[in-house]
């Protein structure tokens, strides 16, 4: 798994119209190429009378797949404008459909180019970019006397707090990236004087809004 990686918020969309053509920027996030392909077989079905539903997607931890589709426009003037503006925003499970509706006027090899790659670049401005950081989840389990202090030395620090458990003891849990590890368990050690209960629970991605 990576440490952490970028990515789209979620699903969103954007349109612009450039010399009368109208183009439709559909985004969203795709962990399988499943669901890429699942994703663009839904905006066709909704655009099936669009003169265009070009598509790129990247997919997987070393971007191992990737598809790029120009749906009838000009060889290379579409999906790869596209796949382009996913690799130069660093982007993973991301896929992105671009439906054209032609507006009469021919934009040529050059405009085509720009106008998809605009398109896919204002698609994903609007939709939003995330960071995923893997964190290990830390539950620290002490008596309800420390809780105050262990608390707000948490919520001072640069570690994130997830949650606080009220039970027979006070559980809280925090997210704590794989290198800090070490650090966070000696620092709670020293605040409780060593009588903290520290677990290791289990590892997932916090999202960081970006852009």
């Known amino acids: ?8 918020s979620g699903y969103g969309e954007h349109e612009i119209l450039i010399q009368k053509s109208r183009f439709i920027a559909y985004v969203n996030r795709a962990e399988t190429e499943e669901a890429a392909q699942h994703f663009i077989e839904q905006i066709k079905k909704k655009h099936w009378n669009a003169s265009h539903n070009c598509s790129a997607y990247l997919i997987g931890e070393r971007n191992q797949i990737q598809k790029a589709n120009d749906d009838g426009e000009p060889n290379g003037t579409a999906g790869i404008p596209i796949l382009e503006v996913l ?3 660093d982007l993973k499970d991301t896929v992105v459909v671009i439906t054209r509706y032609f507006g009469g006027i021919k934009l040529g090899g ?5 106008a998809y790659g605009r ?9 939003g970019i995330i960071e995923r950081r893997l964190m290990q989840v ?6 309800y006397p420390l809780l105050g202090k262990v608390e707000n030395e948490i919520r001072s620090s640069t570690f994130e707090l997830k949650e606080i458990e009220y039970v027979e003891n006070v559980v809280i849990s925090t997210y704590v990236e ?3 590890i070490a650090e966070y368990e000696a620092w709670m050690t020293e605040i409780t004087n060593g009588q903290a209960l520290i677990t290791k629970e289990e590892r997932l991605y916090l999202n960081k809004n970006l852009e």
Do not use: F
Not at 1 to 8: A, D, H, I, P
Not at 119 to 127: H, K, P, Q, V
Not at 138 to 143: A, G, M, S, V
């Open 1 to 8: 798994m990576l440490e952490r990686y970028k990515t789209v």
């Open 87 to 89: 690799k130069k925003r």
């Open 110 to 114: 050059g405009g085509l180019i720009r």
């Open 119 to 127: 398109a896919t670049t204002e698609g994903l401005n609007i939709t």
């Open 138 to 143: 830390i539950k620290t389990q002490i008596e």
């Open 178 to 180: 794989e290198p800090l």
